[in-house]
């Protein structure tokens, strides 16, 4: 059970305040206002709830609230029910840190088989072969001279305007 020795050293902190607090009728008048104590209690309780919760820095936050509401009680508590509130404090927070520390990782080495995976494709439609493209390599004529014909030297205008 997570926090089972934080939850019965917050219990037993808790039990503590209710003793100073009430007394009883062969007891002292209480050490602790009753206020106080409630106030307290409750903060041991969000101690509690926040390691249920895994919330760890909060509980540790919670442990130094606590401790510094003991810390504000009047000057006329108790000097041993003080003492001893503040001892449990310490082995709480103690608790705290202990419950909150990371397990170190356990390293075992498992061999596997290789993971095979097969994925479904949707069949294509055959293509129709194409016909390969070739290129013709043209030259172009060297320009003609005014004059001359076309080839042969045939044909064409000369420089005269008449034909032959």
Known sequence: MPGGRTLAAAAAIAATLGLAACGGDDEPEPSIPLEDAETL????????????VGSCLIATDKVQEFQDELGALPSDVDDEVR??????????????????????????TEETEPETT?????????????????????????????????????GGLGPSGGGQ
């Not at 209690?41 to 249920?52: G, I, K, Q, S, Y």
């Not at 001893?84 to 840190?97: F, I, K, M, S, W």
């Open 83 to 108: 003492d001893g509130l503040e001892r449990g404090a310490q082995n709480l927070l103690g608790l705290v840190d202990e419950e909150c520390e990371e397990p170190a990782p356990e390293t075992t």
């Open 41 to 52: 209690v409750a903060t041991l309780d969000e101690v509690r709830e926040n390691l249920d």
């Open 118 to 154: 097969t994925e479904e494709t949707e069949p294509t439609e055959p293509t129709e072969p194409t016909e390969p493209t070739t290129t013709e390599e043209t030259t172009t004529p060297p320009p003609q001279q005014p004059g001359q014909g076309g080839p042969g030297g045939t």
